[in-house]
């Protein structure tokens, strides 16, 4: 499990007009990642990561879905510590509703990329406890809305959300 902050920026563009920035806040979420590595080398691995994103705001309920693909780079390696910086880059999907007034739901697919640090400390042969400090960028361009009476049918809405992320928890090697 992770927390992240990010600072969120949003977009508009509305038919051929350039794009302009319509706000920029904060936001913090609770993460719930599961990663594979398959171990390529003795220095790198390749992977997968899943992850669901819960963000806390006042007006609105925000979660994701991640999936993304990861390579492993392990830099330091020792009989009961490794120490990797991950690079990955993916798929992101997130819902957006609307706690107050017009009930809106908003929804759009986008990319994501960051990278991490993750001091792994192994308790036995297998099993282990890690620590993990990253940078995540999203990228969401088009959101569609459920009834959609804010803007035009020609306005494209995106959002960008940068931030750093960090988290505990249990690793196990086979």
Request: charged fraction near 15%; avoid cysteine.
């Given at each position: 499990m992770g927390v992240a902050?990010?600072?969120?920026?949003?977009y508009k563009t509305v038919g051929s007009a350039a794009t302009v920035l319509t706000g920029k806040d904060w936001t913090t979420s609770a993460m719930y990642?599961?990663?594979?590595?398959?171990?390529?080398r003795d220095w790198l691995g390749v992977g997968a990561r899943f992850a669901y994103s819960n963000y806390y705001d006042s007006i609105k309920s925000n979660r994701s879905v991640d999936v993304d693909f990861v390579l492993n780079f392990h830099f330091i390696k020792?009989?009961?510590?490794?120490m990797p910086i991950s690079l990955f880059l993916g798929y992101s999907a997130i819902n957006i509703k609307n706690k107050e007034g017009?009930?809106?739901?908003?929804k759009a697919n986008g990319v994501n990329n960051g990278f991490m640090l993750?001091?792994?400390?192994?308790?036995?042969?297998?099993?282990?406890?890690?620590v993990n400090l990253g940078f995540v960028n999203y990228l969401y361009t088009g959101l569609s809305f459920s009834n959609n009476t804010l803007y035009p049918a020609t306005t494209i809405i995106s959002k960008s959300r940068q931030g750093e992320t960090c988290g505990l928890g249990a690793v196990y090697k086979f």
């Open positions: 902050g990010y600072v969120t920026r949003s990642p599961v990663n594979f590595e398959y171990g390529f020792a009989k009961h510590f490794e017009v009930s809106t739901i908003a993750t001091p792994r400390f192994y308790l036995t042969q297998h099993f282990g406890l890690f």
